[in-house]
Antibody, heavy 119, light 109 residues
Framework: EVQLVESGGGLVQPGGSLRLSCAAS????????MHWVRQAPGKGLVWVSR????????SYADSVKGRFTISRDNAKNTLYLQMNSLRAEDTAVYYC????????????WGQGTLVTVSS | EIVLTQSPGTLSLSPGERATLSCRAS???????LAWYQQKPGQAPRLLIY???SRATGIPDRFSGSGSGTDFTLTISRLEPEDFAVYYC??????????FGQGTKLEIK
């Protein structure tokens, strides 16, 4: 059974940093692109970042470019999102998601971790 | 960037009724790279439909997708109590095509 379990969310002050993790199991993690998608309270889904299967290629939404860094450790079956210079508008539930075929189609999602940026 | 507009914003129906949800794109969606997701309160989204009309693994056949070009539809033939949720459409296929619609809330009448 495919499982994605996020952790690392919490309350952080504006300008602060946080590192999210997503532990994967039940599939060959190293074969799949992975993504982070976020959802602000009461709002819709917004794609944040993507990393290819071996970690050599990444991409970001304009809103987080230069502040967030996606990475992965295929030996540990874990995806990461390093978030720096956090802003109030980054407050959201962050989901990790598996890419079905390297085309931004998300076939499995974690349960999400809440990040709150507030003083 | 292609913008996806879903309608209606909220749909109020009773169990057993048929639901029709719409997703309209501002430009043609290539090769019908259009997906639908279901999200229940406090839960992660779940992939329902991809390729505009293919059901994902384990999705009941009361869910069906149709459409091409700029107009797409998700139909739930007979609503079950567990179907009341928010539904999102999404275009996919490349770094230039990965946006979601704003969602349609399907609520119990």
């Amino acid at each position: 059974e495919v499982q994605l379990v996020e952790s690392g969310g919490g309350l952080v002050q504006p300008g602060g940093s946080l590192r999210l993790s997503c532990a994967a199991s039940g599939f060959t993690f190293s074969s799949y692109w992975m993504h982070w998608v976020r959802q602000a309270p009461g709002k819709g889904l917004v794609w944040v970042s993507r990393i290819n299967s071996d970690g050599s290629s990444t991409s970001y939404a304009d809103s987080v470019k230069g502040r967030f860094t996606i990475s992965r450790d295929n030996a540990k079956n874990t995806l990461y999102l390093q978030m720096n210079s956090l802003r109030a508008e980054d407050t959201a539930v962050y989901y990790c998601a598996r890419d079905y075929y390297d085309g931004y189609l998300f076939d499995y999602w974690g349960q999400g971790t809440l990040v709150t940026v507030s003083s | 960037e292609i913008v996806l507009t879903q309608s209606p914003g909220t749909l109020s129906l009773s169990p057993g009724e048929r639901a029709t949800l719409s997703c309209r794109a501002s430009q043609s969606v290539s090769s019908s790279y259009l997906a639908w997701y279901q999200q229940k309160p406090g839960q992660a989204p779940r992939l329902l439909i991809y390729g505009a009309s293919s059901r994902a693994t384990g999705i009941p056949d009361r869910f069906s997708g149709s459409g091409s070009g700029t107009d797409f539809t998700l139909t739930i033939s007979r609503l079950e109590p567990e179907d009341f949720a928010v539904y999102y459409c999404q275009q996919y296929g490349s770094s230039l095509r990965r946006t979601f619609g704003q969602g349609t809330k399907l609520e119990i009448k």
